[in-house]
């Protein structure tokens, strides 16, 4: 009599879990936002293709309406919407520019000091073994978002070849960066002794409004290094 009791209250038990879930899934425990959104510079195609990682709630998503419509439906619980909203706030805006200064700096093995990097000379010597940094040229380029630009530059009877290539722009608040491929590469035949035509390649993430330096310890004629500073500027933060 207990064996059968016990299988009884077993069958309830189960069918008891069986119905509070069909409850659940019959009324979900989260409100449902729907708004529709227009859009500015993506299509809604763009905009679908970026949003819907986001929307992982069942029953949400995000909606074409026309391809001819500029504009979304997203149907999202208030947390995940306002996540969305936030990225879409970041891509659905004109391309940004940027405004790079470039220093290219020579290392030497001398005792003179360069009025023109003051502010890096003590920072240079510090972390690599030449005892004297000097000037040779300054430069300044403007790109665009995923752009590209190239300028040559002369100094010491050289001319160099520049090209930086602009991605991942990021313009927002403190977080504000960019990525840049930089390339610097003698024009001229390197001549015995020197270094090969390609002075560096590098690819860095910098902060916008901050300074970093590029290049390499290695030496040419076994007397100077070359390094290169750059510091980007936002040129354009149009919505």
């Known amino acids: 009599m207990n064996r059968i009791a016990a299988a009884l209250f077993l069958v309830v038990a189960v069918s008891g879990s069986s119905l509070a879930q069909q409850q659940s899934a019959a009324t979900p425990p989260y409100e449902l936002t729907v708004r529709t959104i227009p859009l500015h510079h993506l299509t809604s195609a763009e905009a679908v293709k970026l949003l819907s990682p986001y929307s992982l709630t069942p029953g949400g998503g995000v909606y074409e309406i026309s391809p001819q419509i500029r504009a979304v439906t997203v149907r999202e619980t208030p947390k995940i919407f306002a996540e969305m909203m936030a990225v879409l706030s970041q891509y659905d805006r004109e391309p940004a520019s940027v405004t790079l200064n470039f220093q290219l700096i020579a290392a030497e093995n001398s005792n003179s000091r360069d009025p023109g990097v003051a502010i890096l000379d003590s920072l240079l010597r510090n972390v690599l073994k030449y005892s004297g940094y000097r000037l040779l040229t300054t430069s300044v380029a403007t790109a665009s978002e995923n752009g590209y630009v190239s300028q040559t530059l002369s100094a010491d009877g050289e001319t160099f070849t520049l090209g930086v290539s602009v991605s991942d722009l990021r313009i927002e608040g403190t ?13 001229a035949a390197p001549a015995k002794g020197q270094m090969p035509a390609s002075v560096f390649t590098t690819g860095v993430t910098v902060p916008v409004g901050q300074t970093v330096v590029l290049g390499t310890s290695s030496t040419d004629s076994g007397q100077r290094a070359l390094f290169l500073t750059v510091r980007p500027q936002l040129a354009s933060t149009k919505k």
Not at 175 to 187: E, G, I, K
């Open 175 to 187: 977080a504000a960066s960019v990525h840049l491929t930089v390339a610097l590469s003698r024009n």
